[in-house]
């Protein structure tokens, strides 16, 4: 087991004793070691859930999921007798399993070598910086955006940051993270911040609000600005990222500060030349 965790950092191991777990890839096993405080039933719901088959065709991408909608108040755990109250324990446990967001590094950057590149909470902290300075623009909620920037990445505490290159189908990449969303707000306690967080996390999933809007573009915006911070560090040409992201801002706000970011590094590769 322990090198199978080498071979696949970003992924978290379920020990052996779980029935399902030699039949799993590795992006779906979840450790004990590393999660102690994790009883053995949530890791047996979690791994259950993400081991479902997608659903053809269905807007809801698995039926022990309730898909959310902008707005939505309703929320549906894997396994509702496993729901707790909310408690200092609970908040805690939450917390540490968190705290691997800050430890993962976004895998698009380890993949074209970058040293000491950003981790997935270093990506949704500047996001929700770009929220917190961004001009006012009318019917948008700021304090929802900044909640939505911090949000919108966190099931990867469990499912690790997949990207393009690894394969997985949109629809299966947003099931797995449901799923996995699911465990962690159950981890939480429930109750209304952990419905706060499904809420905010399935309307950015489904661009399903200007908020959304907004958050979709700081996300990109904050991709390319730091490919142009590493292209200047590094040396490195990375335009795979920049030309990802043409002509898919939504905002005024975003296509003008990616104009912006386009500029300096048309400026900077002159120079170079």
């Keep these: ?55 053809s065709g269905s ?4 039926p022990s999921i309730t898909s959310f ?32 967001l800050k430890t993962q590094k976004r895998k698009g950057w380890v993949n074209h070598g970058i040293k000491g590149p950003e981790s997935i909470a270093d990506h949704m902290y500047l996001m929700s910086v770009m929220a917190l300075i961004a001009t006012d623009l009318p019917d948008v909620n700021r304090e929802r955006c ?36 699911n465990e962690m707000c159950k981890i939480l ?23 959304a809007n907004l958050v979709k573009d700081f996300d990109k915006v904050e991709m390319i600005l730091q490919a142009l911070e590493y292209e200047s560090e590094h040396g490195k040409v990375l335009d795979e990222f920049f030309l990802s992201t043409a002509g898919k801002f939504q905002t005024e706000i975003g296509k003008s500060w990616a104009a912006e970011i386009h500029s300096r590094r048309n400026s900077r590769l002159e120079n170079r030349l």
């Design 146 to 181: 900044i909640k939505m920037a911090i949000v919108h990445d966190i099931a990867e505490a469990i499912v690790g940051d997949i990207t393009p290159s690894d394969g997985v189908p949109k629809a299966e990449k947003s099931r797995r993270e449901q799923a996995a969303l």
């Design 69 to 100: 909608g902008s707005g939505s108040t309703k929320i549906d755990s894997l396994d509702e007798s496993a729901e707790v109250s909310s408690s200092p324990s609970n908040a805690i446990d939450f917390l540490t399993l968190c705290h691997s």
């Design 59 to 62: 807007v809801n991408l698995d």
């Design 1 to 55: 087991m322990m090198a199978a965790a080498k071979a696949n950092p970003n992924s978290l191991f379920l020990s052996s004793s779980s029935t399902h777990y030699s039949s799993l890839p590795p992006l779906y096993r979840i450790s004990l070691n590393k999660l102690p405080f994790l009883p053995h039933s949530q890791c047996s719901n979690l791994i259950s859930a993400c081991s479902k088959k997608p659903i």
């Design 189 to 211: 306690g429930g109750g209304m911040r952990a419905e706060e967080i499904k809420e905010l996390w399935q309307e950015y999933e489904n661009n399903a609000s200007l908020e």
